[in-house]
């Protein structure tokens, strides 16, 4: 069974340019988590999908978003990048309820200079 | 919101030593996880417990689920080089629809 896949693998911006960034879930999965991972430090929690709809929000400006498409994938915008915004992003997905947890993928390095 | 109290922060120590690290709330859940993350990697699930008092064990891991629903554990014996990195400990939200997880602690372990 294919685990989550994010990609691209890493992604270097520019301060002000939008950056998109993918994830395919567990086939069967229909709950998709995107956090954030700064410096190697804890797990900041972005958005949750579910069944295309978006369920939940973290504590994030406006300029983070996303959408889940009817595949279940996932797509996770950030739009006029900040220099802040550099750090590991991470797709996770389970059925619909995490009563097993997620499972994650390896992320997606952004570098914002 | 949901807070996950996890120590300590950091561990430095030599290999072949035990580790324990542990997690806290101030709130009761029905289901504690334990994850590893390793240098440039994503999380991996070690270890989940679904019942107050519950004891599991995977390899030199064992965690447990207290008995009052608002802490963990986990320890590692005999620990290896390969037991670098992150552990996160997390639960269920009172949904059963997320997880909340702790801050991290960073092992580190001397060959």
């Known amino acids: 069974e294919a685990g989550v896949t994010q990609s691209p693998t890493h992604l270097i911006k520019t301060r002000g340019q939008q950056a998109t960034l993918r994830c395919s879930p567990i086939?069967?999965?229909?709950?998709v988590y995107w956090y954030q991972q700064a410096l190697g430090l804890g797990l900041q929690f972005l958005l949750w999908y579910d069944e295309g709809e978006e369920r939940n929000r973290g504590n994030f400006p406006p300029r983070f978003s996303g959408r889940q498409f009817p595949n279940y994938s996932s797509e996770l915008n950030v739009n006029a990048l900040e220099l802040e915004d550099s750090a590991l992003y991470l797709c996770?997905?389970?059925?619909?309820?995490?009563?097993?947890?997620?499972?994650f993928g390896s992320g997606t390095r952004l570098t914002v200079v | 919101g949901q807070q996950l109290n996890q120590s300590p922060q950091s561990m430095f120590i030599q290999e072949g030593e035990d580790v324990s690290m542990n997690c806290t709330s101030s709130?009761?859940?029905?289901?504690w996880l334990w994850y590893k993350q390793e240098p440039g990697e994503g999380p991996v699930l070690l270890i989940a417990?679904?019942?107050?008092?519950e004891l599991t064990s995977n390899g030199r891991l064992t965690a447990q689920f207290g008995i009052t629903r608002k802490d963990s554990f986990l320890n590692i014996s005999a620990s290896i080089p390969s037991d670098v990195g992150i552990y996160f400990c997390a639960v269920n939200n009172n949904a059963g629809n997320m997880l909340t997880f702790g801050g991290g602690t960073r092992l580190m372990v001397k060959p």
């Open positions: 417990l679904y019942k107050a008092g």
């Open positions: 709130s009761i859940f029905n289901t």
């Open positions: 996770a997905s389970s059925p619909t309820g995490a009563r097993f947890g997620y499972t």
């Open positions: 086939s069967g999965h229909t709950s």
